[in-house]
C-alpha cells in the first residue's frame, strides 16, 4: 500500500442532537464516529448550537481509494461486512489495526490514527 | 498406477494400498487397525481411526485418500502423539472470505433438497460438504462459517445457515470396546464395498444390506479377545451366550450429527434432514469406557455424579466426556443415557464449542494478525538517535539511546527530552464538568485553580487505584486530563461509563493519538525552552497555552523526574519539528534524549509510583502511602464509600521506600524478614547520585519491619522521596 495522506479536519463534539442539525459544506466527507462526535474532513468552520468542543484535528491520516482498490485491498483484510448504504462510515479493524472506511458511490477513505498507519500501510 | 507407486508409509514401512482407497481402508485391508482398536465409523465421527498424517497429528486416516507420498504415523496406544518442533518455514494458510445469502452444510438429501428449494426462491445459496473439500469446522456470531479447504481456509458470512449433516452411529459401550475388529453397521458396507475380508462376521442389530454376516439376537453384554475380536458374549432371556467371530457389526442406532449447530445459540441456523431427528438414546451404560477418545469410564461418570456434578455440561467438565477428539459424537448418547437413568430425565446436549474437528494452529491462526502497537510522530527520530525501541502499553517507545546513564545524567545536570506523547489525553468540559470531575477523582477538583494542574489518583469503587494522571483546569468548566500510557483506553471507557450513568451535562474528547507530547526536564529546561520562545515559563503546576518553534503548545509544568520540567503538549503533525529544534537549541546545554530505563530510574529516586507497576489489583491509596491525595472530607466519589469502611481497618500491606548498599537487586526480588518471605522488589535502581541502591517493595506482614533481607543482603525501610526530598529542584 502506498503511503497515506495527512488529513487535516476538525473534530466536534457536542449534543446528539446538535450534530444531527449541524451543517457542513457538501464537499466536506463528514464523518459521525459517535453519536456525540464528528469528524469533518478538510478546512471547514462549522457552527454548532450548545456546548461543544471543536478542535482542529491532525492526528488521523488516510487514504483516498477507488472502489476496486476497495475491493481489492481492503475488504480482503477485513471480517466484517461492508455497508451497502452510501455514504456511509464503517469501523473496525483491518488487518487487525483500527481503522474507519467511509465509503461514498465513487469513491472511498480508508483512514487510522496516525500512530497506526505505519503498521496498517505495512499490512495492506 | 504403478505397484511401485500404490504404497505409502506406515509407521516407517511401505503399506500398500488399492484406487479409491482412504488410509483407513488401506490399513484394515494389510489387516491392521488405524491405532490399536476401537470401534470404527469410517465416516469421520470418531476419533479411532485419528493418525499422524504428514507430520500432522489427529488427522482422521477414514477421511484421508491414500496417496504414494504420504508419512502416516500411528498414535502410541497410550498418551498422546509427540510434540515436534515447529516446521522452520511452515507455508502460509491462504484465508478466502465469502458471502452467502444462505450456507447449506452437508450435500446430503436433505442438504441439497433445503438448497434446491431455496434457489428456487431466488436465494444466494454456498453448500458444503466435508466429502466435496469444504469441511465446516466451526460456526461463530455474525454468523460466520469457519471452513477448511484444500486451497486453504474460508471464512463465510452467511444471512442464515441449514445444518443437515445426517447422522452418526451409536458406538458400543462395554468391556472389550477397544478392541479391533469393530466396525458400525455403514462401516462394514464401505469395508466390504472396498473388498475387505471380514472373515467371521456377526452382527449386533440388524445386519446391514450386501455384508455377508450372522445377526445376533440379544444384549450385548462384551468383546472378548487379544486385541482384536475373538468372540462377543449376548445376553437373551436372562443368559449369557458367546459367539466366536473375526468381525462385529455395530448396529445399534443413530444419533444426530448436529454438533455445529449447537455451536449456533441465539444464530439464524436450522437444522433439516436425519441431524434434527430425535433418535432414541441408546440404553444406559454400565460398564465399560462411555468417552474412547479421553478413556472416560462408566465408573468416572459414577465418580462425579456422586461428587455433585449432576448436570450434563458439568459432568462434561468433571468427567472429560466429550471434550476429546470426536467432541462428543461417540459418547454423547450415552452420557445422556446414563444421566437421564439416574435423573430421570433427559438432558439436552451440551453445547458445542469450536473447533468440531482438530484443525492446526496454522488453521486455526490463518490471517490473525497480530496486535498492531502504535508509533509516536517521534518513532523515526528515536531509530535515528540509536534508541532501542521496545513495546509498552500498545506502543513502541525508546528504551534506551544506548547509554541510559548517560540520560539519566543528562536529566539530573543539564536538560533533556523524553516522548510522553503515549500518556492519555483527554478534554473534559461542560456546564457538569466540575461536578463530574468531583464524582470522579479523589481530590477536590474545584479547589484547582485556571492555570493550575494536580496530580490525582483514579479510583474504583473498592478504593483500588486503577490509573493516576493530571488535572489541568483550563477555564471554569473546561479541563485536560492526563493518563498513564497503558491506562488510557480503560480511563476512557471509566468516563464514558460513568458520563452515561450519571447523565451530567458533559463533553468528552479524546486527544491522546491528537496531540503529541515532549517532557523537556532537567535543570536548565527552562533555558533552553526561553531559547524557543518560552519567555514567562509557568510555575510548578502551573501549565499555560504559548507558541513555542512557531507552533501551538500546550506547556504544563509538573515533575516525574524529580527535576523541574515541562510538559510540551502540541500537534501531533509538527511534533519532529518541535523535537529537532529542541535538540538543536540544546545542543551546548548537554541536551539529550531519555529513554523509558532512564525514566523509571528516575522517578524511582523520587519515590513515583508507577500504576501497574508497581501497584496491584487491590491496592488502595492507604498501602501505596498516598492518603494525602484522597479528600475524604468530599461527599461523594467514587471509591469513597469503600476506602471511609475500611479506615479503621488493619491493613497488612504497604509499598514501603528501601535503600541497601551495593548493586540493586532485581525487580522481582523476594523481600524477607527473619528468614520468611514477606513481600517483593516492584522497582530497583543503583543510583549513582546516592552512591546506593533504591527500591520499592511491597511488605505483606505486619508489624512492618524496618530492617529486612533482599538479594540475601541487608535492606533498610526508608521513606522516599530518596532524592531531593524538599521538591526544591522540580520547583527550581
Same mark, same amino acid.
Given at each position: 500500500m502506498r503511503a497515506p495522506e495527512p488529513l487535516p479536519a476538525l473534530r466536534v463534539v457536542a449534543a446528539p442532537e446538535a450534530l444531527d442539525e449541524l451543517v457542513v459544506p457538501d464537499d466536506h466527507p463528514t464523518l459521525r464516529l459517535a453519536p456525540d462526535e464528528l469528524l469533518v474532513i478538510g478546512s471547514a468552520s462549522v457552527q454548532v448550537v450548545g456546548e461543544n468542543l471543536v478542535v482542529d484535528e491532525a492526528g488521523f491520516v488516510g487514504w483516498w481509494l477507488t472502489p476496486d482498490e476497495v475491493r481489492e485491498q481492503v475488504v480482503p483484510h477485513v471480517d466484517w461486512p461492508l455497508p451497502t448504504a452510501r455514504p456511509a462510515l464503517a469501523q473496525g479493524l483491518v488487518a487487525g489495526v483500527p481503522a474507519k472506511l467511509w465509503l461514498a458511490e465513487d469513491r472511498a477513505l480508508l483512514l487510522c490514527a496516525a500512530a497506526y498507519a505505519p503498521e496498517l500501510e505495512e499490512r495492506l | 498406477m504403478s505397484a511401485e507407486a500404490a504404497r505409502f508409509l506406515l509407521d516407517g514401512r511401505r503399506l500398500p494400498y488399492e484406487p479409491g482407497d482412504t488410509v483407513a481402508i488401506a490399513i484394515l485391508r494389510s489387516g491392521e487397525h488405524p491405532r490399536t482398536g476401537g470401534t470404527l465409523c469410517l465416516a469421520g465421527d470418531c476419533g479411532n481411526c485419528v493418525a499422524e498424517v504428514d507430520g500432522i497429528a489427529y488427522v482422521r486416516t477414514c477421511q484421508t485418500p491414500a496417496r504414494p507420498d504420504l508419512d502416516v504415523r500411528r498414535h502410541p496406544a497410550d498418551g498422546a502423539p509427540a510434540w515436534y518442533d515447529a516446521t522452520p518455514d511452515p507455508p502460509e494458510i491462504e484465508v478466502r472470505r465469502e458471502e452467502a445469502d444462505l450456507a447449506v452444510i452437508g450435500a446430503g438429501r436433505s442438504g441439497t433438497a433445503a438448497a434446491a428449494e431455496a434457489k428456487r426462491a431466488g436465494r444466494q445459496v454456498t453448500l458444503l460438504d466435508a466429502a466435496q473439500g469444504a469441511e465446516v469446522v466451526a460456526v461463530y456470531a455474525g454468523p460466520t462459517l469457519i471452513v477448511r479447504a484444500p486451497e486453504g481456509m474460508l471464512h463465510i458470512r452467511a444471512s442464515e445457515i441449514v445444518v443437515a449433516t445426517g447422522a452418526a452411529e451409536i458406538h458400543p459401550v462395554c468391556p472389550g470396546s477397544g478392541l479391533a475388529g469393530l466396525l458400525t453397521a455403514r462401516a462394514a458396507q464401505k469395508a466390504h464395498a472396498a473388498g475387505? @475380508?471380514?472373515?467371521?462376521a456377526v452382527s449386533i442389530g440388524p445386519a446391514p444390506e450386501e455384508v455377508p454376516c450372522t445377526a445376533l439376537a440379544g444384549e450385548l453384554v462384551r468383546f472378548q479377545g487379544e486385541g482384536r475380536v475373538s468372540a462377543v458374549v449376548i445376553r437373551q432371556d436372562g443368559e449369557e451366550r458367546t459367539t466366536s467371530c473375526d468381525t462385529v457389526i455395530l448396529n445399534l442406532g443413530r444419533s444426530p450429527r448436529d454438533i455445529l449447530s449447537r455451536m449456533a445459540d441465539d444464530l439464524p441456523v436450522s437444522v433439516v434432514g436425519s441431524a434434527a431427528e430425535p433418535f432414541p438414546l441408546p440404553p444406559a451404560p454400565t460398564e465399560g469406557i462411555v468417552c474412547p477418545c479421553i478413556g472416560t469410564g462408566v465408573d468416572d461418570l459414577e465418580g462425579v455424579w456422586k461428587r455433585g456434578f449432576n448436570e450434563l455440561e458439568l459432568v462434561k467438565r468433571a468427567s472429560?466426556?466429550?471434550?476429546? =477428539?470426536c467432541q462428543g459424537s461417540a459418547c454423547l448418547p450415552h452420557v445422556r443415557a446414563w444421566i437421564a437413568a439416574r435423573s430421570g430425565k433427559i438432558p439436552e446436549p451440551f453445547t458445542a464449542r469450536p473447533a468440531s474437528r482438530q484443525i492446526t494452529l496454522g488453521e486455526a491462526g490463518a490471517d490473525v494478525y497480530l496486535d498492531a502497537f502504535r508509533r509516536t510522530p517521534l518513532h523515526d527520530e528515536h531509530l535515528a538517535e540509536g534508541a532501542q525501541m521496545d513495546r509498552f502499553g500498545g506502543w513502541w517507545r525508546p528504551w534506551n539511546y544506548g547509554d541510559h546513564l548517560a540520560e539519566y545524567q543528562a536529566v539530573r545536570e543539564a536538560v533533556s527530552l523524553g516522548d510522553v506523547s503515549t500518556l492519555g489525553k483527554f478534554v473534559v468540559a461542560g456546564a457538569d464538568a466540575v461536578e463530574f470531575l468531583q464524582r470522579l477523582?479523589?481530590?477536590?477538583?474545584?479547589? /484547582?485553580?485556571?492555570?493550575r494542574s494536580r496530580y490525582a489518583l483514579l479510583l474504583n469503587e473498592r478504593g483500588h487505584v486503577i490509573d493516576d494522571g493530571m488535572i489541568c483546569r483550563e477555564a471554569d468548566d473546561r479541563f485536560v486530563l492526563t493518563f498513564t500510557t497503558g491506562g488510557a483506553g480503560n480511563a476512557e471507557m471509566w468516563m464514558r461509563d460513568w458520563m452515561e450513568t450519571w447523565g451530567l451535562s458533559v463533553l468528552l474528547l479524546d486527544r491522546t493519538m491528537s496531540l503529541a507530547a515532549i517532557n523537556v526536564t532537567g535543570p536548565r529546561a527552562a533555558e533552553l525552552l526561553g531559547r524557543v520562545g518560552l519567555i514567562d515559563p509557568p510555575r510548578f503546576l502551573q501549565h499555560v497555552h504559548s507558541e513555542l518553534a512557531g507552533m501551538p503548545v500546550h506547556v504544563m509544568r509538573l515533575s516525574f523526574t524529580g527535576e523541574a520540567s515541562f510538559e510540551l503538549h502540541h500537534p501531533v503533525d509538527r511534533s519532529a519539528e518541535l523535537w529537532r529544534t529542541l535538540l538543536a537549541e540544546g545542543a551546548d546545554l548537554g541536551i539529550r534524549p531519555h529513554g523509558l530505563q532512564a525514566l523509571f530510574a528516575l522517578r524511582l529516586e523520587k519515590g513515583h509510583v508507577i500504576i501497574g507497576m508497581d501497584t496491584e489489583?487491590? =491496592?488502595t491509596p492507604r498501602r501505596l502511602g498516598m492518603?494525602?491525595?484522597? @479528600?475524604?472530607?468530599?461527599?461523594?466519589? /467514587?471509591g469513597r464509600e469503600a476506602l471511609a469502611r475500611t479506615a479503621a481497618l488493619p491493613d497488612r500491606r504497604r509499598l514501603v521506600g528501601l535503600t541497601m548498599d551495593g548493586a540493586a537487586p532485581t525487580e522481582g526480588s523476594p523481600i524477607a524478614s527473619k528468614g520468611t518471605v514477606i513481600g517483593h522488589v516492584t522497582s530497583s535502581f543503583t543510583s549513582p547520585t546516592l552512591g546506593h541502591a533504591v527500591m520499592l517493595g511491597w511488605l505483606k506482614r505486619s508489624p512492618f519491619p524496618n530492617e529486612v533481607e533482599v538479594d540475601g543482603r541487608r535492606a533498610s525501610v526508608a521513606e522516599p522521596p530518596f532524592y531531593d526530598p524538599e521538591g526544591l529542584r522540580a520547583r527550581a
Open positions: - | 475387505l @475380508n471380514l472373515g467371521s472429560l466426556s466429550g471434550t476429546g =477428539t477523582y479523589p481530590t477536590d477538583v474545584s479547589t /484547582i485553580r485556571v492555570g489489583m487491590d =491496592t492518603d494525602w491525595a484522597v @479528600n475524604m472530607e468530599k461527599a461523594d466519589f /467514587i
